[in-house]
Each structure stands twice: as structure tokens, then as C-alpha cells.
């Protein structure tokens, strides 16, 4: 199965940047509600593997958050090929987002 692998820096640290990340899914589960479906997370210590659909289609993946980096890899089905770069810039856009925006404290 082709695979997308997005790799994102960040300079907040491994912690933050997992919470960060941790608190984009949950927005992104609301904002994309229509389009996203069986959304499902398990996150390790710093960890995370994921599956969703979209649009017909079933993706499931893995990331890991490092001290400056955080990748995420995912499995395209071959059905979303020509989706591929489409796919990918979005990706590296929400995540790039998703650490750059700070948690709102409780």
C-alpha cells in the first residue's frame, strides 16, 4: 500500500507538542464532522495510531512526536492515488498548524 510520510519541526518540546497535537485532533473531529467519519486515536507516551474515512475511502496511519519534529506516516489506499499530493500538503499544513497554536488553558 503507497504511504504519505509528512514530517513537521516545532521548538515547543516533545510534551507540548503532543498536547498541541492532541488538541487539533479533537477540533478537527468536530470542524470536519461531515467529511470525516469512525475516527479512532490511541496514543502512547509519544505515540499515536489513527484511522478514519473519508470520502469513501479508509486511511489509517502512525505519527511520534520527537524533541523537533513530529512525522506522521499514512497508508493511502490505492483507490486515493491521484489524491496523493492534494492529501499530503494538507497534512503538512494541519500539522504544521496544530503545533504552532497554542493550548488554551484550563
Known sequence: MPKISVTV???VGREEAGER???FLSWLKERHKDQVGDLQEEW???TLKFSFKSYGFKF???GVVEDADVKV???LPFA???FKGKIEGE???MLTKAIARER???
Open 9 to 11: 519541526p516545532h521548538t
Open 80 to 82: 486515493a492515488m491521484m
Open 73 to 75: 506516516d499514512v497508508d
Open 91 to 93: 497534512m503538512r499544513e
Open 44 to 46: 502512547g507516551e509519544n
Open 104 to 106: 488554551k488553558k484550563t
Open 21 to 23: 497535537l492532541k488538541g
Open 60 to 62: 489509517q496511519g502512525s
